[in-house]
């Protein structure tokens, strides 16, 4: 199978016109801006369970035309879409309505597996109308890969759709044994129901309304259970909506909230948070978040691991949850067409039919270079903010494993360097985070070959050392702990010698497999900063250079400059913008004190964010410069939501803050705390350390930033160091 079977078609755009997603768990839709389902070729549109198209088109229509659209959004807690339309004017004999007589309402939601809508039709004219309503629909079962352009040689079979008065049911025997099932039932029958539409004629007073309700249910069984067409009746939508509303206010105010004087930032804020809640996943383990939709609906190690970092002090058991689940999930064994070694951390997950079948390998497979450092550190930095000294007893031997792995198959040649080189054609070819084919080259532009040492990744193990010498310290392993401290000093002086280029004032992007480093300027120089891995001088010399013009574009630092041979403001990952990258690296610039320039990059994103749909930051975008008056270009088939780019709005806020959470002395440390120029105050309600919280006031001045506590529950110390 060829690598570009796995990238995602630009025919399926995302951007030309407005979608709207839904989410709850493993089931997603993405529809248009009036709420319909478009039926055309690979688009993305569609009701989604488990990376299957459950249903590929639901269009409304009023005599047989589609409705002017009014308005449209998601509300601000991403659970509701709402659409408001108009008729278009009717001048046949026997139907003539003028336009906007009729308001049409949609409202939708998606629960666990089933799609709720209801649709309500007000007369505002003086006269009776008959309008004629039709929801149109069709499952065609297709799965993700197909829709982001992977060819198949073979199908499963769609069955004979049964139909009854009030629904039509769906069902498709997969080649990977699973039988899925989607039912669409009505409340009010229909005048005429078959398996491609359902026809209404509802009779309108003047100044009189009405409404239909429906919905939509996915299933999959195995195709030999019995059950396998059996479907639980859906609760109707006034109920599973208060569910729904109950449910999300509960959690709300358990959370930790951010508000401030800039009512712009505050949407910025808000989405974020939204967008996190959503794509959050219950596993057996606990929280989880799903990467993004549409592409990315599913479990991720790495994306999961860096999104819980980022969100870690407002929420840690986010990061308890991805800890859980990644630990049970560890390969035990060795796998070439999975990628897979003892000690190693999933790279994803799929449920779908072709990772199913073994048609793409990624039903669980570990192609991640990143995933097993980045899971020991999310776990030191997790024993650092909570002091759950249980649940990390729990997972130490995986953080073991994982330690062993970078010493026996991480290192590959035992140069000291994590590398990695893909062991099955079906894989992916390349397994840091920029994982595009082309996205590693030489200044000539030339690719470079496997095996490959990426400078971020050993940045990953040091600090995954140094994380785990801090745990096997905490739980008595003193000489485990040492060991550790000593291999990552190594492995320090080590990089300082190999990856430091003092003509290009930065670390080399990588080494290839003949150990000649790939002499390119890269974002990635700027996730050193983060490990620690940096010296404070080439901390100020990466700092400076990433906040230069080739470099910045006025809305955030691009994967590569300008300057090197691969750029394309445009590619995915040779020159684009990435939020989730740019938060990175502004934590890492905080950490070296660098704080107006981790501001700066705060300031970017936020103003980017005004640009873009319901203040929402993509996975990424276009890295043209800035221009006068303009927005920022979009990038064709960007994931939004994505949980690192909402979970990246915290790590800002954090960095700016300078905000450490010690768990085990009870202490908020504050280090020269700043806020951009945007921002003249900014409250943290319900910030929790242990079972004490504090409610937290930061007012900047013109020199500083003063901090006061609104309100103190339980035993927690705050410190400012300035």
Same mark, same amino acid.
């Given at each position: 199978?060829?690598?570009?079977?796995?990238?995602?078609?630009?025919t399926?755009?995302?951007?030309t016109?407005?979608?709207?997603?839904?989410?709850?768990?493993?089931?997603?839709?993405?529809?248009?801006?009036?709420?319909?389902?478009?039926?055309?070729?690979?688009?993305?549109?569609?009701?989604?369970?488990?990376?299957m198209?459950?249903?590929?088109k639901l269009?409304?229509?009023l005599?047989?035309?589609?409705?002017?659209?009014?308005?449209?959004?998601?509300?601000?807690?991403?659970?509701?879409?709402t659409? *408001?339309?108009?008729?278009p004017?009717?001048?046949?004999?026997?139907?003539?309505?003028?336009s906007?007589?009729?308001?049409?309402?949609r409202?939708?939601?998606?629960?666990?597996d089933?799609?709720?809508?209801?649709?309500?039709?007000?007369?505002?004219?003086?006269? !009776?109308?008959?309008?004629?309503?039709?929801?149109?629909?069709?499952?065609d079962?297709?799965?993700?890969?197909?829709?982001?352009?992977?060819?198949?040689?073979a199908r499963g079979?769609?069955?004979?759709?049964?139909?009854?008065?009030?629904?039509?049911v +769906?069902?498709?025997?997969?080649?990977d044994?699973v039988?899925r099932?989607t &039912?669409?039932?009505?409340?009010?029958?229909p005048?005429?129901?078959?398996?491609?539409h359902a026809?209404?004629?509802?009779?309108?007073?003047?100044?009189q309304?009405?409404?239909l309700?429906?919905?939509?249910?996915?299933a999959?069984?195995?195709?030999? =259970? @019995?059950?396998?067409f059996y479907?639980?009746?859906?609760?109707?939508?006034?109920?599973? !909506?208060?569910?729904?509303?109950n449910?999300l206010?509960?959690?709300?105010v358990?959370?930790?909230?951010? *508000?401030?004087?800039?009512?712009?930032?505050n949407?910025?804020v808000?989405r974020?948070?939204?967008?996190l809640?959503?794509?959050?996943?219950?596993?057996?383990?606990?929280?989880?978040?799903?990467?993004?939709?549409p592409?990315?609906?599913?479990?991720f190690g790495?994306?999961?691991?860096?999104?819980?970092?980022?969100?870690?002090?407002?929420?840690p058991?986010?990061?308890?949850g991805?800890?859980g689940?990644?630990?049970?999930?560890?390969?035990?064994?060795?796998?070439?067409?999975?990628?897979?070694?003892?000690?190693?951390?999933?790279?994803?997950?799929?449920h779908?039919e072709?990772?199913n079948?073994?048609?793409?390998?990624?039903? !669980?497979?570990?192609?991640?270079?990143d995933?097993?450092?980045?899971f020991?550190?999310l776990?030191g930095?997790?024993l650092?903010?909570?002091?759950?000294?249980?649940?990390?007893?729990?997972?130490?031997p995986?953080?073991?494993?994982?330690?062993?792995?970078?010493?026996?198959?991480?290192?590959r040649?035992?140069?000291?360097?994590?590398? +990695?080189? &893909?062991?099955?054609?079906?894989?992916?070819?390349?397994?840091?985070?920029? =994982?595009?084919?082309?996205?590693?080259?030489?200044?000539?532009?030339?690719?470079?070959d496997?095996?490959?040492?990426?400078?971020?990744?050993?940045?990953?193990?040091y600090?995954?050392?140094?994380?785990?010498?801090?745990?096997?310290?905490?739980?008595?392993?003193?000489?485990?702990?040492?060991?550790?401290?000593?291999?990552?000093?190594?492995?320090r002086e080590?990089?300082?010698?190999d990856?430091? =280029?003092e003509e290009?004032?930065?670390?080399?992007?990588?080494?290839?497999?003949?150990?000649n480093?790939?002499?390119?300027?890269?974002?990635? @120089?700027?996730?050193?900063?983060?490990?620690g891995?940096a010296?404070?001088r080439?901390?100020?010399?990466?700092a400076?250079?990433?906040?230069s013009?080739?470099?910045?574009t006025?809305?955030?630092?691009?994967?590569?400059?300008?300057?090197?041979?691969?750029?394309?403001?445009?590619?995915?990952?040779?020159g684009s913008?990435?939020?989730?990258?740019?938060?990175?690296?502004?934590?890492?610039?905080?950490?070296?004190?660098f704080?107006?320039?981790?501001?700066?990059?705060?300031?970017?994103?936020?103003?980017?964010?005004?640009?873009?749909?319901?203040?929402?930051?993509?996975?990424?975008f276009?890295?043209f410069?800035r221009r006068?008056?303009?927005?920022p270009?979009?990038?064709?088939?960007?994931c939004?939501?994505?949980?690192?780019?909402?979970?990246?709005v915290?790590?800002l806020i954090?960095?700016?803050?300078?905000?450490f959470i010690d768990?085990?002395?009870? &202490?908020i440390?504050?280090?020269?705390p700043?806020?951009p120029p945007?921002?003249?105050?900014?409250?943290? !309600?319900r910030?929790?350390?242990?079972d004490?919280?504090?409610d937290?006031?930061?007012?900047?001045?013109?020199?500083?930033?003063g901090?006061q506590?609104?309100?103190?529950r339980?035993?927690?110390?705050?410190?400012?160091?300035?």
């Open positions: 199978m060829k690598e570009k079977d796995f990238h995602i078609l630009t399926n755009l995302l951007n016109a407005r979608t709207r997603v839904l989410k709850h768990s493993n089931l997603f839709a993405v529809f248009d801006e009036v709420g319909d389902i478009m039926s055309w070729g690979t688009g993305a549109h569609g009701l989604y369970n488990d990376d198209r459950h249903l590929s269009e409304l229509r005599w047989g035309q589609k409705p002017i659209l009014l308005s449209s959004t998601i509300k601000e807690d991403n659970a509701l879409l659409a *408001d339309l108009t008729n004017e009717l001048t046949e004999p026997d139907a003539r309505v003028p906007d007589t009729i308001h049409i309402h409202s939708k939601f998606v629960t666990a089933t799609c709720h809508e209801k649709i309500r039709l007000h007369n505002y004219s003086d006269q !009776h109308i008959c309008v004629p309503l039709s929801v149109h629909f069709l499952a079962f297709a799965d993700m890969f197909e829709i982001r352009g992977t060819e198949r040689e079979e769609v069955l004979e759709p049964e139909v009854s008065d009030v629904d039509v +769906y069902a498709y025997d997969g080649l044994d039988r099932l &039912r669409v039932t009505f409340v009010q029958r005048t005429d129901l078959n398996e491609g026809y209404f004629e509802f009779e309108i007073a003047p100044h309304r009405t409404e309700t429906y919905s939509v249910q996915c999959s069984h195995p195709q030999d =259970d @019995a059950s396998q479907f639980a009746r859906p609760a109707g939508y006034r109920q599973a !909506h208060a569910e729904l509303t449910r206010e509960d959690e709300r358990e959370r930790c909230r951010l *508000d401030t004087s800039n009512a712009f930032f949407h910025l808000t974020a948070d939204a967008d809640q959503m794509l959050i996943t219950q596993t057996e383990h606990g929280d989880y978040p799903y990467a993004g939709t592409w990315f609906n599913t479990i790495r994306d999961g691991l860096i999104t819980a970092y980022q969100v870690l002090n407002i929420n058991q986010v990061a308890r991805v800890l689940y990644l630990a049970a999930t560890q390969a035990d064994f060795s796998d070439a067409a999975r990628d897979a070694e003892p000690g190693k951390i999933l790279h994803e997950i799929r779908d072709m990772s079948t073994g048609e793409v390998p990624f039903r !669980h497979y570990y192609g991640s270079i995933s097993t450092p980045l020991i550190s776990a930095a997790y650092r903010r909570t002091n759950d000294t249980e649940f990390i007893k729990g997972i130490w995986a953080i073991q494993n994982g330690i062993d792995w970078i010493d026996n198959h991480g290192d040649d035992g140069d000291g360097y994590v590398e +990695y080189g &893909r062991r099955t054609a079906k894989g992916l070819r390349q397994q840091g985070w920029k =994982d595009s084919d082309d996205s590693v080259f030489h200044a000539d532009g030339r690719l470079a496997a095996p490959i040492a990426l400078c971020e990744v050993q940045g990953y193990v600090a995954a050392r140094r994380a785990a010498a801090i745990v096997a310290s905490t739980l008595g392993e003193d000489a485990y702990a040492e060991q550790q401290h000593r291999e990552a000093e190594a492995l080590r990089f300082q010698k990856f430091w =280029d290009l004032e930065t670390f080399v992007l990588a080494l290839d497999g003949e150990k480093p790939c002499r390119v300027r890269s974002s990635n @120089a700027g996730h050193c900063l983060l490990s891995i010296s404070p080439q901390a100020q010399l990466i400076r250079q990433l906040l013009d080739d470099f910045y006025g809305w955030g630092i691009r994967t590569i400059p300008s300057t090197e041979a691969r750029y394309n403001p445009i590619s995915y990952h040779n913008v990435w939020p989730h990258d740019n938060t990175m690296i502004a934590a890492g610039l905080a950490r070296y004190g704080k107006a320039e981790a501001a700066r990059v705060l300031e970017g994103l936020y103003d980017a964010s005004r640009y873009f749909e319901l203040n929402r930051l993509p996975e990424l276009c890295g410069e006068p008056s303009e927005g270009t979009l990038y064709p088939v960007a939004a939501p994505q949980a690192w780019a909402a979970g990246g915290s790590l954090d960095s700016v803050l300078g905000l768990g085990r002395e009870g &202490r440390k504050l280090h020269n700043r806020l945007f921002l003249e105050t900014l409250r943290m !309600h910030l929790k350390v242990g004490a919280e504090v937290l006031l930061f007012e900047r001045y013109q020199e500083d930033v901090v506590i609104l309100r103190r339980g035993k927690v110390e705050v410190m400012v160091v300035k």
